[in-house]
Nanobody, 116 residues
Framework: VQLAESGGGLVQPGGSLRLSCAAS????????MSWYRQAPGKERELVAA????????HYADSMKGRFTISRDNAKNAVYLQMNSLKFEDTAVYYC??????????WGQGTQVTVSS
């Protein structure tokens, strides 16, 4: 399984970014695809998750209303639309794939920097 993130960069406060995660090499019927982030000196935290079985999404409280996770089955990709970005959203964002039989897979991460 390979996960490749893209779309990070430098953005001003209040701006938007769309992260992409291209997944390959898996044929799981049931899985969860998520975005996590890790800021300097902090633990990695869940940002948003998408569950394939029922297409339910979950968001961390601080991201609700600003971030949207979506899944494109045809492209085998998951996206994170981030709006109204704040300084505290600065972090490395990681794509995660979890399957109950195989466990966790991680991408290498993409840097998001919110700065004026």
């Amino acid at each position: 399984v390979q996960l490749a993130e893209s779309g990070g960069g430098l953005v001003q406060p209040g701006g938007s970014l769309r992260l992409s995660c291209a997944a390959s090499g898996f044929t799981f019927n049931s899985y969860v695809m998520s975005w996590y982030r890790q800021a300097p000196g902090k633990e990695r935290e869940l940002v948003a998750a998408f569950r394939s079985a029922d297409r339910i999404t979950h968001y961390a409280d601080s991201m609700k209303g600003r971030f949207t996770i979506s899944r494109d089955n045809a492209k085998n990709a998951v996206y994170l639309q981030m709006n109204s970005l704040k300084f505290e959203d600065t972090a490395v964002y990681y794509c995660n794939l979890w399957n109950y039989e195989s466990g966790d897979y991680w991408g290498q991460g993409t840097q998001v920097t919110v700065s004026s």
